[in-house]
C-alpha cells in the first residue's frame, strides 16, 4: 500500500523541562520508524546541555513520514553557599545558614539557620533547592 501523497501522523510527545544533567528520553509515536535531529535516538536516555527544540521524522508502514517537534527545556542548578568555615570551642553553638536557593536540607540533622552545639569536628554538607525546582 502506498501513501498517495498523504503523511504520517507523527508524534514527538510532550514538551518536557528538566533540571541541569538530568537524562530524557525522547519516544515518538505513530509510525514504524523514527529519525531524529542532534543524534537522539528514539526511546534512548540522553543528557542535553542546553535547552532545545527537537525535530522527528517517522514513517508508517504504509510509507508515508512526517515530521513532529518536541522542546526540551533544560532548567539551571542553582548556585549554594554553605557559608564559611567555622571554628568554635567545645560546647559552643554554631549556626549554618547556606544561601542561594530557597529551602536547604543539611546532612547530620543540621537545620538551616538554627542553632546546635557539634561535639566533634566536622564538615557538613548542604542541599539547596532553587525557586524552579532543581537541586
Known sequence: MCCSGGTAAINAGPDQSICAGQSVTLSASGG????????????????????????????SSAGCSGTDNVTVTVKPLPTINAGQD????????VTLSASGGTSYSW????????????????????????????T
Open 86 to 93: 567555622q571554628t568554635i570551642c567545645a560546647g559552643q553553638g
Open 32 to 59: 514504524t520508524s523514527y529519525t531524529w535531529n542532534n543524534n537522539v535516538q528514539n526511546g534512548v536516555a540522553f543528557t542535553p546541555s542546553a535547552t532545545q527544540t527537537y525535530t522527528v521524522t517517522g514513517t
Open 107 to 134: 546532612n547530620n540533622g543540621v537545620q538551616n539557620g538554627l542553632t546546635f552545639y557539634p561535639t566533634t569536628t566536622q564538615t557538613y554538607t548542604v542541599t539547596g533547592t532553587g525557586s524552579n525546582g532543581c
